[in-house]
């Protein structure tokens, strides 16, 4: 398996208030190495993080057909998992690639419990692209920081969960939103995550950073921070990369 765990890998961009197709993202050469990644003429699988907002995900769909044409990715196919074709996880191995999606990450796990994808995926060889909460459901131990209204003061809220097992590294997206960020009258960096992180280590990653896991090694591509013991040290620039630990 080629395992690409992105905070996210562009593939749209906001052009005068509305959202539409654009290529993958260049930065850190994520591009260029998807598409050595993926074999040609090959049919792309998105796994959902909300299966009941077909809507959504279908415009999802709809996106990463774009991004495939738009950087000049020959894939014939692209096809959703949600629950309108919850069969689709029994046929990985007719996928090249597979894309889990982002969202809400508690939401997603639910549904890869549901289609048993952690046994099923472990199977596939292909090539996986995590988005944002997909990124943060390959893990084993998933951390799952709150995000939604409610969740930081919720004594009942999961923060951590069983993942994928693809990966022991625990990744917090969109990074570049964290800073002076606010959830439940919470510092977001200061009163959830840097505590959080005397529980687990992990990793911040703004958008365009990626990590890349193939054949035991997993190396991280971009600007990104390490959150450990409450402390956060910043451990790698855009342009650089690094091999990181990836065993607990």
């Known amino acids: ?63 990463m057909e774009e991004a495939f044409a738009h950087s000049g990715m020959q894939v014939k196919r692209v096809e959703v998992c949600d629950k309108r074709n919850m069969e689709a996880a029994d046929r990985l191995c007719c996928y090249g690639i597979v894309i889990l999606a982002g969202g809400h990450v508690p939401t997603q796990n639910a549904f890869f419990q549901q289609i048993g ?8 060889d292909g090539a996986v692209i995590g988005i944002s909460a997909g990124t943060m459901n390959c893990a084993e131990i998933v951390y799952a ?44 960096l200061e009163d959830i995550s840097l505590p959080d992180s005397r529980v687990r280590p992990f990793y911040g990653l ?20 390490l959150l450990e013991a409450g402390k956060c040290i910043k451990i790698c620039e855009n342009g650089e990369f690094r091999e990181v630990e990836d065993e607990r």
């Not at 260049?26 to 003429?41: G, I, P, Q, T």
């Not at 703004?206 to 921070?225: F, I, K, M, Q």
């Open 1 to 63: 398996m080629k395992l690409f765990l992105t905070s996210s890998p562009g593939g749209n961009a906001c052009i005068n208030g509305k959202w539409v197709g654009a290529p993958f993202d260049h930065s850190n050469h994520f591009l260029k190495y998807v598409r050595k990644a993926c074999r040609e003429e090959t049919e792309c699988l998105v796994i959902s993080s909300d299966p009941e907002n077909t809507a959504m995900n279908d415009e999802v769909r709809g996106f």
């Open 117 to 124: 994808l952690r046994e099923r995926i472990r199977r596939y």
């Open 206 to 225: 703004p958008d365009g950073s990626w990590l890349y896991r193939e054949n035991g090694h997993t190396v991280l591509y971009g600007e990104a921070w």
């Open 145 to 188: 920081q709150p995000e939604e209204p409610g969740e930081a003061v919720n004594p009942y809220y999961r923060r951590y969960m069983q993942g994928l097992g693809l990966t022991h590294v625990n990744v917090l997206p969109h990074f570049q939103n964290v800073w002076g960020g606010r959830l439940d009258g919470l510092r977001i």
